[in-house]
T-cell receptor, first 115, second 115 residues
Framework: AQSVTQPDIHITVSEGASLELRCNYS??????LFWYVQSPGQGLQLLLK??????LVQGIKGFEAEFKRSQSSFNLRKPSVHWSDAAEYFC?????????????FGTGTRLKVLA | NAGVTQTPKFRILKIGQSMTLQCTQD?????MYWYRQDPGMGLKLIYY???????DKGEVPNGYNVSRSTTEDFPLRLELAAPSQTSVYFC??????????????FGDGTRLSIL
């Protein structure tokens, strides 16, 4: 069965420090992977996506993610965190089941940024 | 540039009452989804639709109903509200693409409390 695991429920970093949020997936076929960000009281906004090709993908707001097939991972990174990055981050995999497209989400990682 | 619009944003219901959560999108997306988000649980799929007149159950459909009479609208109905349905509800839409590689667009959510 398809699944997405985000092992870190909460992460706290200082402003200006680097960030890495972990995501592991389980999916039998080629995965389509997404990272979303959710600010308080808002819906989810797409940060970046991976379909194929270059395993390092760039997204909005200075985020990037690297797809590693051998590790079944799609970790999100940012070299220098800003206070405005405090939010909840969700990793998701797009799955095709009997011709129907669904999305499986991880449980999220809440990021706190210290001034 | 509306995207996905959900109404209402907040609602308090008494046990046993019914209500309809509205969702409309202006991107001509075939696929629409309803999720609920509970703390620490990520997003759980309630129902989804692949086009007007076609709906199907997701992971947690009990206590809910949907309809899809037009491409734009995908309302979610709670018939007999129960405290377990206290949650934040998100509507999303996507175009199918060639595979399940199209990101979803989310509304801002409806925060529902059942007392």
């Amino acid at each position: 069965a398809q699944s997405v695991t985000q092992p870190d429920i909460h992460i706290t970093v200082s402003e200006g420090a680097s960030l890495e949020l972990r995501c592991n997936y389980s999916y039998g076929a080629t995965p389509y992977l997404f990272w979303y960000v959710q600010s308080p009281g808002q819906g989810l906004q797409l940060l970046l996506k991976y379909f194929s090709g270059d395993t390092l993908v760039q997204g909005i707001k200075g985020f990037e993610a690297e797809f590693k097939r051998s590790q079944s991972s799609f970790n999100l990174r940012k070299p220098s965190v800003h206070w405005s990055d405090a939010a909840e981050y969700f990793c998701a995999v797009g799955a095709s089941t009997s011709g129907t497209y669904k999305y499986i989400f991880g449980t999220g990682t809440r990021l706190k940024v210290l001034a | 540039n509306a995207g996905v619009t959900q109404t209402p944003k907040f609602r308090i219901l008494k046990i046993g009452q019914s209500m309809t959560l509205q969702c409309t999108q202006d991107m001509n997306h075939n696929y629409m989804y309803w999720y609920r988000q509970d703390p620490g649980m990520g997003l759980k799929l309630i129902y989804y639709s692949v086009g007007a007149g076609i709906t199907d159950k997701g992971e947690v459909p009990n206590g809910y109903n949907v309809s899809r009479s037009t491409t734009e609208d995908f309302p979610l109905r709670l018939e007999l509200a129960a405290p377990s349905q206290t949650s934040v509800y998100f509507c999303a839409s996507s175009s199918p693409g060639r595979y399940s590689n199209q990101p979803q667009h989310f509304g801002d959510g409806t925060r529902l409390s059942i007392l």
